[in-house]
């Protein structure tokens, strides 16, 4: 008898996939990998053509440069390509402990947790310190993993409207008096819309209800000025520091009690010494060139004067344009004129909201955002205006 039954027969399995990507595609829902060798100063190769990229996160563009590059070589070479253990074991290498360090030090923090992504991180975070008969309250337009997290840890979960103050604190005046602890999960910078959370009025709502707050600083970090700290920051080495991985920088005892109970840091192999050299590297140079880390976000403002459109908060613009068929067309369209601009749509934003979301960054010129603002103003006219 064969071990494997024909590959061509029908199954439930395969029935059931197709089906749901044929419901994904009639919806303009599905999504496909296309291979993209990114290059220095935000140039991209796709299909065999060059392209200016406007949809990574690589901020100040420390992914290729040279001095990350050759930390990351140092460290390669020394330590290996991976980190052989979780970092409770064997894989807690020299370069991980100074990140933490230095991240520390960087956010005014007592001490830092390194994970092996963002999103790891917050799937550890939330439940090491919430469970069953705890609280928590989460901005609708969170990232996906912060929802995650919430669900992981099997506390209550409420939502509030985006920034909505008023429905924090109705969150908070409901359900705060029959629950132990709670705990405020927001961004600093939100991811799809570059907008802002209200900070200061979120922690002193905190103060108020004796709730912690959980920032993810995912975009944020080194490029937008951070005004007060929550207790809990949170975010990536992934995007403005060019690398991979993630980070919890807190009080001493709660990095203690996480480096004990967040499962996603216990149960994982260490994130590899060479992603958390080349992080490390990237950290001192946004310290050491704070006029590089002030680009991005003069870029975009640039793009939204010439457009027309509210001033950007961040180096991370939306052009909303509504449909998902029209987000995808619009993307295309300025790609085959050079520019790379990914279409966001549903799940990731909510529907009928389908964008462009278009990221800055330092090793983009001026007149790179000039000619992707005026594409635009023809391509799209009734979506932006020329200033
Ligand atoms: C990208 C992102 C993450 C996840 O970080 P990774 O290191 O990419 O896993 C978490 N939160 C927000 C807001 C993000 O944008």
New binding site residues.
Partial sequence: MSPNPSPNSSNSLDAFAAEKLAGLEAAALRRRLAVTARGPGATAERGGRGLISFSC?DYLGLAHDPRVIAAATEALARYGAGAGASRLVTGNAPPLAALEERLARHKGKDAALVFG????A?LGIAPALVGAGDLILIDELG?S??FAGAKMSGAQVVRFAHNDLAQLRAGLAAHRGGTRRALILT?RVF?MDGDRAPLPEILALAAEYDAWTLV?D??GLGVVEPGLRAPLEMG????TLGS???YLCASQAVIDLLTSRARSLVYTTGLPPASAAAALEALAIVEAEPERAARPLALARRFTARLGLPEAESPIVPVLVGAAEAALALSAALEARGFLVVAIRPPTVAPGTARLRVAFSAAHDEAQVDALAEALAELAPQTVRAA
């Avoid at 990536?236 to 995007?239: D, I």
């Fill in positions: 996160n992504s963002g999103y790891l917050n990232h993993c912060l961004e991811s993810d995912a975009h990536t080495l992934s995007k991979y991985g993630g």
